[in-house]
């Protein structure tokens, strides 16, 4: 087969929810359910794929839109279908939980475009016979290496029953949560999610994680909710124990004004978000890190452009993540697996998701850290009818429509403040 024309006929659009403990960031906390949609493409000789991205509904619905204007469309003439879906998502700036940074139309664009994108390479993959890293570029690692991602957390959503992986409120339970991960998974790096605490206690965290894990590379995250002043002293005390330190203080100025002032690496996936932040950032040196992500850099080809990018500008590179299943796992595969200056362990909350999954198992497992770029053509996964269904009901029945970590943690304590340039 050579991958000639082949029609898109069909799009099928999937809200799911699955299980999600009770995260701790700097908006809030995670609540009992994680939302994503699932996406099918199928073309008229009766190839489909697959692409996963967000559940919240202003999201969803821009996708119920977009699907039926692509019917008809050849799966190679991507730029034809980003004209379409630009032109359906308008001006309409969505992504609004704050966590990956400021909202701009492209981006909402970008978002929207991004998983319909990874369908078509999908296909593209499967017809001729190729993984999808190979439509990247091909593979220049076998395996790709992702991040233990520590949450200080609850034991339990309030009046739930606690979870397996107990409550994350000290060093020692973030130590405990490290060392769990790192036996069932193998991981060789680690990154905490701060913004929770105050610096001072984030530090005595990374501390002790440096202590108990000595040589593992570590990352703090704690989501813009440091001032500039704060970021410094903190990569201070921190110096020579963190590989990089990730959005300490919000915007680029901020992130300048810090880096300026710090020999610690200073990455983001929130104040570099879309490609029009990407000159005044590097023109200041805000950034040393850019964290990909496919999922709102839109889609893989779009994204292995920005890493080029990044390598032409001195960038370093990681991969972002988001709670996500399956599907997102295989394409951030086989983006860094086709990647060569993406050289840090990528993010996953795979390991939140605890085993539940919308991919038939086999395809994807861990083996020290890192997972094998797929066996099959495409993706190299499928799609588990039997988990969609139950997934699709859990959406339907769960109550929830958007992501809203603030809310939720407002029903237990009314006080509180999203933590944005706060300590
Ligand atoms: O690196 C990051 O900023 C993230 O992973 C953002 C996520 O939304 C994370 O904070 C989470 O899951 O709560
Ligand atoms: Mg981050």
């Not at 083996?367 to 969609?388: H, I, K, M, T, Y």
């Amino acid at each position: 087969m050579d991958g000639g024309n082949m029609i898109i006929q069909e799009i099928r659009v999937t809200p799911l929810a699955f299980r999600d403990p009770p995260l701790l960031n700097a908006a809030g906390v995670h609540e009992p359910w994680a939302l994503r949609t699932i996406i099918e493409v199928i073309t008229d000789d009766g190839l489909s794929g697959l692409g996963e991205t967000y559940g919240d509904l202003d999201h969803l619905t821009k996708m119920r839109e977009c699907a039926p204007a692509l019917i008809g469309v050849d799966v190679h003439h991507t730029n034809e279908i980003y004209t379409r879906i630009s032109a359906i998502v308008g001006d309409v700036v969505s992504d609004l939980h704050g966590l990956t940074g400021t909202s701009t139309k492209e981006k909402s664009i970008d978002r929207v475009f991004s998983p319909f994108e990874v369908a078509l390479l999908d296909i593209r993959g499967k017809a001729a016979g190729v993984p999808v890293c190979d439509l990247l570029g091909g593979r220049v690692r076998e395996a790709v290496p992702y991040s233990a991602y520590l949450f200080y957390k609850w034991d339990s959503h309030p009046g739930g029953t606690p979870d397996r992986f107990g409550a994350a409120l000290d060093p020692a339970g973030l130590v405990e949560q490290a060392a769990l991960f790192i036996k069932e998974y193998g991981f060789r790096s680690i990154k905490l999610k701060g913004g929770v605490l105050p610096p001072d206690d984030e530090i005595a965290a990374i501390r002790a994680l440096h202590e108990a894990f000595p040589g593992v590379p570590l990352r703090l995250d704690p989501n813009t909710a440091w001032t500039p002043e704060t970021s410094i002293r903190v990569a201070h005390e921190l110096q020579g124990a963190l590989q990089y330190l990730e959005d300490p203080c919000p915007e680029i100025s901020g992130m300048a004004d810090v880096s300026r002032n710090i020999a610690t690496k200073l990455a983001t996936n929130m104040c570099v978000v879309t490609p029009e932040h990407l000159p005044p950032a590097i023109a200041s040196d805000a950034i040393q890190v850019l964290l990909l992500d496919h999922h709102y850099w839109g889609g893989l080809t779009r994204s292995a452009q920005v890493a080029a990018l990044c390598g032409t500008f001195g960038l370093d590179l990681s991969m972002h993540s988001n709670s996500h299943l399956g599907i997102s796992l295989a394409a951030m595969t086989h983006l860094a697996a086709a990647t060569p200056n993406l050289t840090y362990a990528c993010d996953t909350h795979t390991p939140w998701q605890d085993g539940q999954d919308v991919v038939a198992p086999g395809a994807l497992r861990f083996v020290d850290g890192a997972v094998p770029v797929p066996d099959g053509p495409g993706l190299g996964v499928e799609l588990d009818r039997e988990a969609l269904a139950t997934m699709h009901e859990q959406y339907l029945t769960c109550g929830l429509t958007s992501r809203d970590d603030t809310g939720y943690m407002r029903r237990f304590d009314p006080e509180f403040v999203v933590k944005r340039g706060h300590w």
